[in-house]
Every structure is written in C-alpha cells, then in structure tokens.
C-alpha cells in the first residue's frame, strides 16, 4: 500500500506542473536577489551569533515558571508602601509630577486627579524589611526568598499591547512569545513533553483577554508554539487515540505519515514539515507522559495545605501552580500561567482582595515547595503583571471604594530562584507613587535578565527572518546585574 502511494506521489509531478514550479522558484529567486543582495552569497548565517540548543554561557537556571497575573495588579495594594497618599488623600495630582505623561480615555477627561491612600495596611517582613501589604499574608512569609523589583517600567498603556509587549517583546504581536525563544535557544529537556506549556485561571474581577498569538512561536518553528493544557478531562486536546485504534496501530499510523511527509520535504523544502512530523510524535509520547503529570492523586497531605485546597479543583490558580511545579521537575523549559481578573477600575477593595486570596497561597507555596525539593535554584519564578495602576482614583473616591486606571511609568514584579538575589528590594519610585525615582527596569530589560538567567546573551539570540535579525529585546534591553547573586 505504501509503495503505491509513493509510486502514485511520483507521478503526479508531471510537465506542467514541472514548468509551473520551476517558474515560480526562478521569479522568487530573482526577486529575492533584489530585496536582500545577499541572498545568493550565503550572508551571514544566525549560526554565526547563535547555534540553537547550545547556551552562550553556563546557565544559572534551567527553567521558567511564569506567573503573570493579568489586568495589572495594583502596587499600591501590594508591595509599594506610600503613606504621603494618606496624608494626601483626595488633593489633586500636582501638574509638575503628572508632567506630560499620556492618560487613557478613561481619566484623561477627568477635572480632578483625587489622590487615594490605599486601604490596606502594610508591615515589614524578612531580613531585607520590606513592605508588604496585609491582603498578602502567605507572600510575607517567603519575603526572603523573593526579590521585589518596585521600578519597573513600559510605553504600554492598554491590555493588550502591554501583555504582549511582556511577552512577546513587540507591542503589536505575530513575534514569538518568549517561551518559544527559550525553546528555541535552549532545546528540549523531556522528550516526552512540549518545552513550553501554558494554563489558565480566572478570579472574579474584570477578565482582560488572553489570546493564543502570546503563546505563538510567531516566525519560529510550530515546534516552539506553547501548548495550552485545558482544565478539562482531556487536558490537550484530541491528544486520545481514536475510537478503535490501539497504540500499535497509532504507531503504523504515525510511521506511514513520517515517510509521505518526508516526500513532501524533499519536494518542497519547507521547514514546516519537519516540525509537523516532529509536533506528531511529540503527541504520541505525550499520550503517556501527560495524564501522569496531570494526576495529583499521588501528592502528600502536606503538599495539599501548602497550596491550598483550591489545588484540587481543576482549572484554579492553585491548581495550575501545583501543575506548574510538577511540569517544571518533569523538564518543561518554560510554564506560563495567566490569572485573570486584575483590572479594578472600580470596587478595587473588594475585587483585589479575592485576587489576592486567590493567588496568593499558591504563589508563596510554589516557592516553598520548589525550595524544598531542591529546585528553587535551577527554576526562576516571575510574578506580576502588564503594568502599574495609578496613584489618584479613577472617579469618586471613597476610602472604601475606589478605583485606579493604568498606569505604565511605574509598577512592581517579584522574581525568585534561578540565581536572582533572594531577600532583595530593588529600586524606588516617588513619594505618591507615580515616577521612578531610582534604578528604572525597563521590559526589554527584564527579558535580557530573564536569557541571561537561562545562560543566553540577548543581544545573540537572533533569527533572521525576512531580511532582518530579531530577537526577544528588538534592539534595546541591559541586563540588570544588582539583582544577580
């Protein structure tokens, strides 16, 4: 049967199709030779910056776990203490701080910039004193394993560039997500398993879009593209066998496809096919190794209370920051959670506090338990979100009910493990909160961090397409070496 196909493929390339082809390559070619001189004399080949797989220099950390919380978390509720906004409450944003910063439609009409205290308290904590607010008592207990970066800062001011600018490195998407990047610089670790996975969760408050272009592999190999695991019973789709047929007959299956597709290769040359084939077996071995990872029935007591009995129900942050840890131990390079529900233009008291509750026992407890398993030192974990919220309220003020509009000029991430300075507070914005006052940290610089981390120079991680070098930090972004140990 095999034979003829083959036979049957063969055959079908006659005169006519022949000449249509060769037509269309040879007006590509001349084409090309135009646009990009270089084409014809070999250039410069990536390899020449970067051999994918090999890392640039030793890594401190050998894998992601990504826990973005979008809709923007407010700092103010968080973890950047301003009592002057008490003092302060409800007199107009002075002009000479605002300066010329763009303001959404949302507030940029508004008469008057009400400063608003936020309604939480704050303590210190751990060995570096810093200030935590009350709605995050599980956080304030690993203070000393986290470092707290207070001055980040983006050109972003609405959802969905700021999300994609994070994770893509470019406000208006179609770029690989940097999952893809680091599954392309750094190869895979489990065979078994995709280098880059992807869970969802949502919390009560407004839900900004998450879209699947911010897991794309963009110009990269589909190889590299996250795969998102669903709360459902299947948790990658149509990974089951069909109704009917066994694992040997996947098999036969899978092996007569390999060698149609290899045809199609040597006809065609395109990349692509390769990676499908690749994507094909990559689901078969996934048949075994992901109902194993996914199955929590094996984890201890304990485990189960540092997370939180939300751990157990299907599709909760809780849940997926336990998933997260066994995907991680298991050699997944890069795990991205996206919590939605952090966008209180209003009601903030009320809907921030059921986020936090939400996140944050799981996000302290992967902490401890990676720390415990020994694993906290080779796996980076990053919390926070698209940008900041601002230090005036968005319409009425009350103390008790509020709001807050975006605001890119200022926010706070945290980043444990994986070889970033634990116990650590860097940098400082303004007394109300609303500028950096000292060691700004821009995305591109938190990306180049992040490679660097992984042992890759972000200036090297380059692929050309269309004529041109990309890479995750575009042509800006500085590693921020106070915050490495």
């Known amino acids: 049967m095999l034979e003829k196909e083959i036979l049957e493929h063969g055959l079908s390339f006659n005169r006519r199709r022949f000449l249509s082809t060769m037509s269309l390559g040879l007006g590509s070619v001349a084409l090309g030779s135009l646009l ?10 990536d390899g020449a910056e970067f051999t994918p797989g090999i890392p640039h220099f030793a890594p401190k950390a050998k894998r992601v776990i990504y826990l973005f919380q979008n809709g923007a978390p407010s700092q103010l509720e968080t973890f950047d203490y301003k009592p002057k906004l008490c003092d302060m409450m409800g007199l107009d944003l002075p002009a000479s701080v605002r300066g010329t910063q763009r303001l959404t439609g949302m507030t940029a009409n508004q008469a008057t910039f009400p400063l608003a205290p936020s309604f939480t308290n704050f303590k210190q904590y751990g060995q570096s004193g810093a200030w935590i607010s009350d709605i995050m008592p599980y956080t304030s207990k690993i203070v000393d394993d986290i470092c707290i970066i207070r001055s980040m800062y983006t050109e972003a001011i609405n959802h969905d560039p700021a999300l994609t600018f994070f994770q893509t490195g470019s406000q208006q998407g179609n770029r690989p997500s940097m999952g893809s990047w680091l599954s392309y610089g750094l190869g895979n670790e489990n065979k078994n398993l995709p280098d880059f996975t992807v869970l969802l969760s949502r919390g009560i408050g407004n839900g900004q879009g998450v879209y699947s272009k911010l897991w794309s592999n963009g110009f990269l190999d589909s190889i590299h593209q996250g795969v998102q695991f669903s709360k459902g019973e299947d948790p990658v789709l149509y990974l089951r066998d069909p109704e009917g047929m066994d694992r040997k007959e996947r098999r036969e299956m899978l092996d007569h496809l ?14 692509e096919i390769s990676a499908k084939v690749k994507q094909y077996e990559m689901a078969y071995r996934m048949q075994t190794a992901v109902p194993e990872v996914m199955d929590l029935s094996k984890e201890s007591d304990d485990i189960i209370k540092l997370y939180g009995p939300d751990c157990l129900v299907p599709g909760t942050f809780a849940a997926n920051c336990l998933l997260a840890r066994k995907l991680s131990e298991n050699g997944v390079r890069f795990v991205q959670l996206y919590h939605q529900g952090w966008d209180q233009h209003g009601n903030l008291p009320f809907e921030i506090q059921s986020q936090a509750k939400d996140t944050d026992q799981a ?9 415990q398993r020994g694993l906290l030192d080779e796996t980076l974990v990053i919390w926070g979100g698209e940008f900041g919220r601002t230090c005036y309220s968005q319409g009425k003020l009350t103390i008790d009910n509020y709001g807050r509009d975006h605001h890119p000029r200022c926010f706070s991430i945290w980043m444990a493990g994986g070889g970033i300075k634990p116990g650590m507070v860097y940098g400082e914005t303004d007394e109300l909160g609303y500028n950096v006052q000292k060691n700004p940290v821009h995305v591109h610089d938190f990306q180049a961090t992040v490679l660097n981390q992984l042992g890759l120079d972000h200036e090297k991680l380059v692929y050309k397409h269309m004529g041109r070098r990309f890479r995750l930090t575009d042509v800006s972004g500085k590693v921020v070496r106070d915050i490495i140990s």
């Open 36 to 45: 990009v001189p270089s084409l014809l004399n070999g250039g410069d080949q």
């Open 363 to 371: 996000s302290a407890a992967l902490i401890s338990d990676l720390k």
């Open 258 to 271: 390999a060698e149609l597709n290899d045809l199609s290769y040597q006809e065609f040359g395109d990349p």
